[in-house]
T-cell receptor, first 116, second 112 residues
Framework: ETGVTQSPTHLIKTRGQQVTLRCSSQ?????VSWYQQALGQGPQFIFQ???????GRGNFPPRFSGLQFPNYSSELNVNALELDDSALYLC???????????????FGSGTQLSVL | GIQVEQSPPDLILQEGANSTLRCNFS?????LQWFHQNPWGQLINLFY???GTKQNGRLSATTVATERYSLLYISSSQTTDSGVYFC??????????????FGKGTHLIIQP
């Protein structure tokens, strides 16, 4: 059973640029969610994808968008990067497939994004 | 939204000691999970425990949903237990997903 994998592990961008982060869910999982973790804080929910559609979103602006593919992998896209977007971005997958919140989450190691 | 408070924020112990980490939450939940974040940033799922008691080796957890708190017990601590422990909660009401709300974590340091 393969775990959740994310790429790249580290990324440096400048303000105003766009970035794409990638996630492969754990084998057998068809629901993917993304979280942002600022330094010294707990992760914050960005959005969740189930059956290739966004089915839940946290308090993040529209410049944060995503995709889920038929093989359940996912992308997080952030446009017009701001300095405050510097954070660890975590992807999590879960298995029951209903996109519910009452599911056990398995996280990847994250992508550390630095915006200069 | 749901508020999650974890205590203590920091904890320094000697190897072999026992510890209790607490998580209080402000509203009813049907999802509560404990995670350990290692120094490389990886979040490891320790327990899915919306209610009741579970044990896994030296770790155990208890959630009293009616009183809105959960406890994580670590016995016979090892240096590899160091890291940040997060409690995360959620309430699924049948609609779209709201994600989990995380506390700020307990930073645990186990000294040899």
């Amino acid at each position: 059973e393969t775990g959740v994998t994310q790429s790249p592990t580290h990324l440096i961008k400048t303000r105003g640029q766009q970035v794409t982060l990638r996630c492969s869910s754990q084998s057998g999982h068809n629901t993917v969610s993304w979280y942002q973790q600022a330094l010294g804080q707990g992760p914050q929910f960005i959005f969740q994808y189930y059956r290739e559609e966004e089915n839940g979103r946290g308090n993040f602006p529209p410049r944060f968008s995503g995709l889920q593919f038929p093989n359940y992998s996912s992308e997080l896209n952030v446009n017009a990067l701001e300095l405050d977007d510097s954070a660890l971005y975590l992807c999590a997958s879960s298995s029951t497939g209903r996109g519910a919140t009452n599911e056990k989450l398995f996280f990847g190691s994250g992508t550390q994004l630095s915006v200069l | 939204g749901i508020q999650v408070e974890q205590s203590p924020p920091d904890l320094i112990l000697q190897e072999g000691a026992n510890s209790t980490l607490r998580c209080n939450f402000s509203d009813s939940v049907n999802n509560l999970q404990w995670f350990h974040q290692n120094p490389w940033g990886q979040l490891i799922n320790l327990f899915y425990i919306p209610s009741g008691t579970k044990q896994n080796g030296r770790l155990s957890a208890t959630t009293v949903a009616t009183e809105r708190y959960s406890l994580l017990y670590i016995s016979s601590s090892q240096t590899t237990d160091s890291g940040v422990y997060f409690c995360a909660v959620g309430l699924y009401s049948g609609g779209g997903a709201d994600g989990l709300t995380f506390g700020k974590g307990t930073h645990l340091i186990i000294q040899p």
